[in-house]
């Protein structure tokens, strides 16, 4: 596995959000620096007060909740915990949505802006979902 590992999530959907919670998870239990992006529809999930739940794309999806899956949001607080993993929101996502630090989940960091978060990924493995 690489050392560096940067994911950028846009996905609105269960089964993407769960897949880039399971490996951030992952890559930050094995050892990677785990940096998330989280920007457009999926930082409307990240809202500490009232976020909605995501909707799935398919059977696995609706699967996930039926057969009470680890939550993607758990998912992604493991990987911090775990110490090597960052969340960073998307600044202009949440200017667009009315969103402040205080209203995401206490593990996010500071807003970055996507042009600071493109300028660091030279040596990472780089994943969309």
Same mark, same amino acid.
């Given at each position: 596995m690489?050392?560096?590992l940067r994911i950028i999530l846009t996905s609105g959907t269960r089964e993407k959000l769960q897949m880039a919670a399971m490996t951030a998870a992952v890559a /930050?239990? &094995?050892g990677a620096d785990v940096q998330v992006f989280v920007s457009m529809n999926a930082l409307l999930f990240f809202r500490r007060e009232a976020a909605p739940e995501a909707p /799935?794309? &398919?059977e696995v999806g609706r699967l996930l909740i039926a057969r009470n899956a680890p939550r993607f949001l758990d998912l992604f607080a493991q990987a911090v915990d775990l110490?090597?993993?960052q969340i960073y929101p998307c600044?202009?996502?949440m200017d667009v949505l009315s969103l402040g630090s205080a209203d995401l989940a206490p593990y996010m960091g500071k807003p970055l802006g996507l042009t600071k978060f493109l300028s660091e990924l030279a040596g990472s493995h780089v994943l969309s979902f």
């Open positions: 690489s050392d560096s /930050a239990a &094995g /799935a794309e &398919g110490g090597s993993a600044s202009m996502a």
